[in-house]
């Protein structure tokens, strides 16, 4: 939970960058449904977006950072609220409240949602990368669990809420599969109640 980023109001140059971003992830997405992870170039991305080669560099890295976006980031005020123990108590409600955030930063089109998620599922090397990342984001949200509960609270059950929040997310994007008018933070907080229901 150290790894946190601050909210600030997007000026007209960071609007017109996320945008360009946002389509390059868009194009690599399709490009990967169409063609599979190693089926294209950074060059084919780069006509697809109608952008030059050097425009997508500026952007990303490489395939995997274009095609996977942004890390996801929790609001500093949010992480410091969690590790307060807000904002129920509950800490897998509250796991779910900073997921739900982060997803909120970055998904804005249910479509192009649904359109990742095939294409990590059709693609092994791509499942892979995403969850390499996800590790990653445990670990963070791990770190932030033991401040908030204590270095004696069971590294068993951290992975286990982590894992059952993975699965609840998961379940949110085949309901908007089904269903693209849905949003995808209105079908994870229905796979969390769900969870509860099931489990209480």
């Known amino acids: 939970m150290s790894e946190t980023t601050v909210a600030a109001a997007p000026s007209t140059r960071a609007a017109k960058r996320h ?55 929790v609001e500093e005020a949010s992480a410091a609220r969690f590790l307060a123990g807000g904002p129920t108590g509950n800490l897998f409600d509250d796991l779910a409240t900073i997921a739900r955030e982060a997803i909120t930063q970055e998904i804005h089109d249910p479509g192009s949602m649904s359109a990742f998620r095939e294409a ?39 992975r286990l809420l982590l894992r059952l929040l993975l699965t609840c997310f998961d379940d949110a ?9 849905r949003a995808v933070t209105t079908e994870l907080d229905a796979a969390v109640a769900d969870a509860r229901a099931v489990l209480l």
């Open 120 to 158: 990590v599922m059709n693609d092994p090397h791509l499942l892979r990368l995403v969850h390499a990342r996800f590790e990653c984001f445990a670990d963070r949200l791990a770190d932030g669990v033991r401040q908030r509960e204590g270095t004696d609270f069971p590294a068993t059950r951290v």
């Open 173 to 181: 994007l085949d309901r908007v599969a089904r269903d693209p008018s």
């Open 19 to 73: 945008a360009t971003a946002r389509r390059l992830q868009q194009c690599a997405i399709r490009l990967t449904t169409e063609h599979g992870f190693d089926g294209w170039t950074m060059d084919d991305l780069a006509e697809a977006a109608e952008v030059s080669r050097r425009t997508v560099f500026n952007y990303f890295e490489g395939k995997a950072e274009v095609v996977l976006g942004p890390e996801p980031a």
